[in-house]
């Protein structure tokens, strides 16, 4: 099971941020990534308008190229060369937010996590919140003097398809997805072509919808409500799963914003599963 992470690290005010913009030991991070049917670029708004000194994440880019599946993790000494570029050094605060509120952020908080780095937020609202404040933007890159970063891989946050099968057949771990109802009991399509519809069997659903509030994580009586409705215990070791990867990881912060250990996240998550033969799916269409 993953380390806990202490609540009132996870997020920071648009205050906050706005008092630390000048810290030196403050990297702020836009994480924005959009569906493919969304039809928006991120990395183009980022240029157009961003929190100033903020540094574009590219949740594409920065992955395992030589794998077929979305936006895996990268290998260390690759993730490290972007920090290093970045200007994230050993011992930071990293902010990281995107043009959502709350969606892709969460990925580059786990990411950050799994690579070792202690201090991460997420800022409160996004940056919805921040220019709803009619707070300052900043267009075009930034140059980041360049930092020594040290990956330490926290293997406990990661889990392959292998442990997942594992845990689904004896129990040792409870498996929940993010994905909405109609995508988990295989009554629509999936949005990526090739891909089987339906869930692993003894899965929990638990969209990602459902824990977030106007743009931001439910406080804690709304999460435990939202674990309680979907069947869970809380207090076991969790693994989560989505689509690709990407809003699993906003479970993962759910449970640690409810003061316990975030949840493992199955990087490959439906792209895989849905997308072997060799792996069992219940379907309610079949």
């Known amino acids: 099971m993953a380390r806990q992470i202490d609540p009132s690290t996870l997020f920071v005010s648009t205050q906050w941020l706005a008092d630390h913009l000048d810290d030196p030991e403050v990297r702020v991070f836009d994480a924005s990534w959009h569906m493919p049917a969304a039809n928006r670029d991120a990395r183009k708004e980022f240029l157009a308008g961003h929190v100033p000194g903020a540094a574009f ?31 994230f050094g050993d011992g930071m605060h990293a902010v990281v937010y995107d043009s959502v509120g709350l969606f892709s952020a969460p990925r580059l908080w786990w990411t950050l996590h799994v690579f070792g780095v202690e201090k991460v937020s997420i800022l409160a609202g996004g940056l919805p919140a921040w220019t709803a404040e009619g707070r300052p933007l900043q267009s075009g890159e930034t140059a980041h003097e360049p930092k020594d970063f040290t990956p330490k ?39 990526r072509p090739g891909l089987r519809a339906g869930h692993m069997p003894g899965a929990y659903n638990l969209p990602f919808a459902s824990v977030i509030e106007s743009g931001r994580l439910k406080d804690k009586a709304g999460l435990d409500a939202a674990f309680a409705a979907a069947g869970l215990n809380p207090d076991k070791e969790t693994i989560a799963s989505c689509g690709s990867g990407m809003t699993a990881c906003i479970l993962s912060l759910a449970f640690a914003a409810s003061g316990r250990a975030p949840a493992t996240v199955y990087d490959g998550s439906w792209s895989e599963w849905g997308g072997r033969a060799d792996l069992p799916i219940v379907s309610y269409t079949t």
């Open 57 to 87: 994440f590219d949740i594409d880019g920065v992955a395992d190229r030589s794998s077929t599946l979305p936006h895996m993790l990268p290998a260390p000494e690759v993730f490290a060369a972007e920090m290093r570029r970045l200007g």
């Open 153 to 191: 891989v926290d293997t406990a946050l990661v889990a392959d398809a292998a442990q997942v099968n594992a845990a689904l057949l004896n129990g040792s771990a409870q498996v929940v997805d993010a994905r909405s109802a109609d995508r988990f009991m295989g009554l629509v399509p999936e949005p």
